[in-house]
């Protein structure tokens, strides 16, 4: 029978932890070291070509478009 009473040794846990968080800051810091205007421009650009993609796929399914003409006007919807 285990003894209820024993403390457990949580070194392990403790320190992967802080690894980890010091590790997180580090990847943050290094991906996020551009000015707050430079991230929103390509934040717009990539959500922008994101949905483009989407309505472009979306077109050419429903309304079985070629793939040229779906993202023209997919384009169009975008801007």
């Given at each position: 029978m285990k003894n209820p009473f024993k403390k457990s040794d949580h070194t392990v846990l403790i320190a992967g932890?802080?690894?980890?968080?010091v590790a997180a800051g580090a990847l943050a810091?290094?991906?996020?070291?551009?000015?707050?205007?430079?991230?929103?421009?390509?934040?717009?650009?990539?959500?922008k070509a994101i949905a483009k993609d989407a309505?472009?796929?979306?077109?050419?399914?429903k309304a079985k478009f070629s793939k040229k003409v779906s993202e023209a006007i997919a384009?169009?919807?975008i801007k």
């Amino acid at each position: 029978m285990k003894n209820p009473f024993k403390k457990s040794d949580h070194t392990v846990l403790i320190a992967g932890i802080a690894i980890a968080s010091v590790a997180a800051g580090a990847l943050a810091y290094l991906f996020l070291s551009e000015s707050g205007n430079e991230t929103r421009k390509s934040l717009k650009k990539k959500i922008k070509a994101i949905a483009k993609d989407a309505a472009s796929d979306v077109i050419q399914k429903k309304a079985k478009f070629s793939k040229k003409v779906s993202e023209a006007i997919a384009d169009e919807a975008i801007k």
